[in-house]
């Protein structure tokens, strides 16, 4: 028990100051939120996409090479984001997209995906080869809906909801490739807190707890409510 509220009150530390001023209705122009919200869709919708098909490639596939490009997905696992940030930065500089949205999108598919990749491979693990093979045999469209949907619908969750924490907690990336002409929540943040705002501070803290929280409750009924209609049709 006493191991158990250890941790909890390491959990909940952070969390006391937020109470300790009042937030002010200010958090920052329409065009942050609208940046901040646009990306963790695009990303989010990316990510589950991209990690979802290369995970079912990697649990069907037979080619010598698989354990190759294993390898290299989750190679940026085990090396520090600011090793890379600066030959990331200068590969788009080269191509001409520091300062926009689709390098920005790019860079956080780097820092993203391999997480992903990971939790979808891992929960086609547990459900195992055996029962997905018998999706094998469906078209693509009913082996995604009435299959991988249901089944993995909550590995989907978990992918969205880490991306989503994994944006709102990257500032040198987005400001570094963004070239400070991409605001989200998380910027803002940083420069009320370098102005010493400290109210304006705290509502952008606040938006960065909030924008997970509904985020998640809103999968979690759309997900419900999707496998009940699925459920129903296949009675």
């Known amino acids: 028990m006493i191991r158990q509220l250890i941790i909890i009150c390491f959990i909940l530390i952070p969390f006391?100051?937020?109470f300790q001023a009042v937030p002010t209705a200010e958090i920052g122009n329409d065009m942050t939120m609208l940046n901040t919200i646009g990306l963790t869709v695009i990303l989010s919708a990316v990510n589950v996409w991209l990690s979802m098909a290369f995970a079912w490639w990697l649990l069907w596939t037979e080619s010598r090479w698989r354990h190759v490009l294993e390898w290299l997905v989750f190679l940026p696992l085990f090396i520090p984001m600011l090793a890379m940030l600066f030959g990331l930065y200068l590969i788009l500089a080269e191509a001409g997209l520091i300062g926009t949205y689709?390098?920005?999108?790019?860079?956080l598919l780097i820092v993203t995906l391999p997480y992903s990749i990971r939790l979808a491979y891992n929960g086609m693990a547990v459900i195992g080869r055996?029962?997905?093979?018998q999706a094998r045999l469906l078209t693509v469209k009913r082996r995604l809906v009435y299959v991988l949907f249901p089944l993995f619908s909550q590995t989907m969750r978990t992918i969205v909801l880490f991306t989503t924490v994994i944006l709102l907690s990257?500032?040198?990336?987005v400001q570094l490739i963004g070239a400070g002409l991409i605001?989200?929540?998380t910027t803002e943040l940083y420069q009320s807190y370098a102005g010493n705002n400290r109210n304006l501070a705290l509502s952008n803290t606040w938006m960065l707890i909030?924008?997970?929280?509904l985020l998640y409750f809103l999968?979690?009924?759309l997900s419900q409510w999707t496998v009940r209609f699925l459920k129903g049709r296949l009675q």
Not at 102 to 107: D, E, K, L, T, Y
Not at 130 to 133: A, D, T
């Open 16 to 18: 006391i100051t937020l």
């Open 130 to 133: 055996p029962l997905l093979e």
């Open 219 to 221: 999968l979690s009924g």
């Open 210 to 213: 909030i924008i997970p929280v």
């Open 170 to 173: 990257q500032f040198a990336l």
């Open 183 to 185: 605001p989200t929540v």
């Open 102 to 107: 689709i390098g920005v999108v790019i860079a």
